[in-house]
């Protein structure tokens, strides 16, 4: 993806807050920190953000037009603004977009979800369709047990893994982390939350904030330690479970095909050392592998992913963070960050990282 | 921003109840006719961008339902939601992934049900601390902003009533309003309920059901497949302070509204706006906020809003007709609202208006308004820029 004029996208500079299991702090206090952050990482001042997109969901934080609880810790008075009410990568790739488009050269994104306010899982019942699913009380948790009860009742062995796989996650995301480690008899000895999902299968929710700064990057400028944002892709799956193939993120097929012609990658052998995907249960993990040709060299969520802490809608971003953070510290070159949203990955949005130069 | 036009629209038949669709089946009525429109099928869709106030139907991500009705499913698709500017937003976000190269065809729909939730309850889920108790609600936050605005310029009830007026009579040749009222007299909108002082029933915008689509072109694109585009010349958009008490006089000064306007105008060689635009579509959710918006617009100097609706200056055969639709004041789906104003100012390019039609428009007008004070200013024209 370049601009008219040559130039690239870069991620100038990434920003988090949390995640905590329960933030004590208003949501304004949360994402001035996560701002801030991002913004002396990228060593721009608030004056240097010619536009601004936010991403936040209006019943998660029971606030119509929610964005305007942050209007000014993101510094959008008077400023352009716009809102995607969805997972917060949206954001990223809508604000790439103004940049592409040739409206502004920075572009602040912010993201921002609190689950402990309300009963999350509830609240996502509220995203189903009302009139013959939202009455059977089906959320997204359940949603993702019909999901993984279809893959493994072919595929014995299924259950076992995601064990080890949660295990690992946890392990990864350190002892700092809202749920901390646990061994893989643990996970399996946890409840069953919507069966064959155990408890310790599940990412655990929290409070948390992020933000990263988009600049353009004129062409010829290239420097060594810097992210280009090259390749971006979306797609909505059809909403009723039973007009999906549950056994399969065919719209994150989509999506990242989408997104790996725009940074003209070959689709079936992307070329990536690094995946962040969100997977909130560990069974997406092999969904996510599946759908977006991420092989077995690729190293996915060295930090835990989700399972360090999920805090809604800002999942996707900080995973796009994180993946820019390792491609900076040179631990990667080319990296695919994800967001999903809806029940049982009815959405889902990704991003291709490159090193610079 | 390289070139993008709009190539088609459509909308429903907005009304307080629309019981004969769902969410998704209201969405799909705007939807096929914007397609039907541009003469693209939906295998010519690129993408997708919905914007809808979830709250007002108590949703969340409301995509993930209605986005079928907008053909979505299979295609990227994201929503925009930003209050009143929401539809205006959604544009304007279409325009940028069109422009930045992604896409060469994308739908963008708004829509509101209102009649399915409660707008009250929906827009009182403001700052629970501080505006909630006494700034709730499209009546409550115009009432305080109308009067100080009254109280500096001293406009009168009489010229409101005229907007309120030239809305309904405007509406009444649009077969797609929910207000038909087209013998209002200014008599009855003084004598119509006062809802909180100055704001009367008349002065106000409905609460409706309904939505509007439009089909967004790349260059190339809308040269083949459109006789007539609607060039995109300018999108603007300006957000505001969240509390309403920090706004500095909003009405009087709207600096938001006025500073995208000047960029805008800039943008699109605009410079005497009252005699460049041909027709304005804006957002008026109250009959006082369209007087004050013709200051923020440059239509007129300060205080002269009430002699430019008394001379007849923006009515049908004005000088500038101003909401040739009937407005918001005579629809108001809030999700569809600013796309329609869109919509309606690409509708006067292509020259498909109807009986709404204003004689040879090739320079239009679109704003949205949201939250306290957010705005959105979108400029159109039947040459491409060069």
Known sequence: ?????????????????????????????????????????????????????????????????????????????????????????????????????????TVLVVAHGKASMASHLALTEW????????????????????????????????????????????????????????????????????????????????????????????????????????????????????????RRWEGLRRASDRAYAAAGLDPSHPALDLAEPSCLYAHEEELFRAAAGVGEGVTVSPGGGLFAGAAPVASGLSRLADAARRIRAGTARRALAHGTWGPAGQAHAVAVLEADG | ????????????????????????????????????????????LDAVLLANMELFEGRALPELWAGEGAYAAGRPCMKVAT????????????????????????????YEKHSEGHAQTGMALTDPFWDRAVASGAVGNFALSVSQYVAERGVTEEQAALVAVKAR??????????????????????????????????????????????????????????????????????????????????????????????????????????????????YEPVSYAELAWYEALGLCAEGEAGRLVEGGVTAMDGELPVNPSGGVLSSNPVGASGVIRVAEAALQIHGRGGERQVEGASRALATGYGVYAWADVVVLGAQEAA
């Open chain 1, 127 to 246: 995203a189903m369709d009302p009139v013959f699913l939202q009455p059977l009380g089906v959320g997204f948790l359940a949603c993702a047990g019909l999901q993984a009860r279809m893959l493994a009742e072919e595929d014995a062995g299924a259950v076992g893994r995601w064990a080890d796989l949660a295990a690992a996650r946890r392990a990864d995301a350190g002892s700092d982390a809202i749920a901390g480690p646990c061994s893989v008899e643990e996970v399996l000895a946890s409840p069953i939350v919507a069966s064959p999902l155990r408890a310790g299968m599940a990412a655990p929710p929290g409070d948390g904030a992020c933000a990263v700064a988009l600049t353009a990057r004129p062409p010829g400028a290239q420097r060594e330690g810097r992210v280009l944002l090259t390749g971006a892709g979306w797609d909505l799956e059809p909403h009723s479970l039973g007009e999906r193939d549950l």
């Open chain 2, 83 to 110: 209050g009143g500017t929401s539809g205006t937003s959604g544009c304007i976000a279409a325009f940028h992934q069109v422009a930045a190269g992604l896409f060469d065809v994308v739908l963008v729909v708004g």
């Open chain 1, 1 to 105: 993806m370049r601009r008219a004029d040559g130039a690239a996208v870069a991620v100038a500079g990434v920003g988090e807050s949390g995640p905590l299991a329960c933030d004590p702090r208003s949501i304004p206090e949360m994402v001035l920190d996560a701002v801030e952050a991002a913004l002396a990482d990228a060593s721009l001042g608030y004056d240097d953000v010619e536009a601004v997109v936010t991403a936040s969901v209006d019943l998660f934080d029971g606030v119509t037009a929610s964005n305007v609880a942050v209007t000014e810790v993101v510094g959008a008075v008077m400023r352009p603004e716009t809102r995607i009410s969805g997972d917060g990568i949206c954001a990223a790739i809508h604000g790439a977009c103004e940049l592409l488009a040739g409206t502004c050269d």
């Open chain 2, 169 to 282: 009579r405007n509406a009444a040749r649009n077969p797609h309003a929910h207000l038909q009222m087209a013998g209002l007299t200014v008599e009855e909108v003084l004598a119509s309920r006062m809802l909180a002082d100055p704001v009367r029933l008349l002065d106000m915008c409905p609460q409706s059901d309904g939505a509007c689509a439009i089909v967004v072109a790349s260059a190339e694109a809308a040269r083949r497949r459109c006789r007539r585009p609607a060039w995109v010349l300018a999108a603007e958009t300006r957000h505001e302070q969240p509390y309403i008490g920090d706004i500095d006089r909003r009405l009087v000064t709207m600096r938001t509204l006025r500073d995208a306007a000047r960029a805008a105008y800039e943008r699109a060689g605009v410079r005497r706006p009252l005699a460049d635009l041909d027709v304005a579509e804006i």
């Open chain 2, 1 to 44: 921003m390289s070139a993008v036009a709009i190539i088609g629209t459509g909308q429903t038949r907005h009304a307080s109840r629309r019981d004969d669709v769902s969410q998704p089946e209201l969405v799909r009525e705007a939807a096929e006719a914007a397609l039907a429109d541009a003469g693209v099928g939906p295998g010519d």
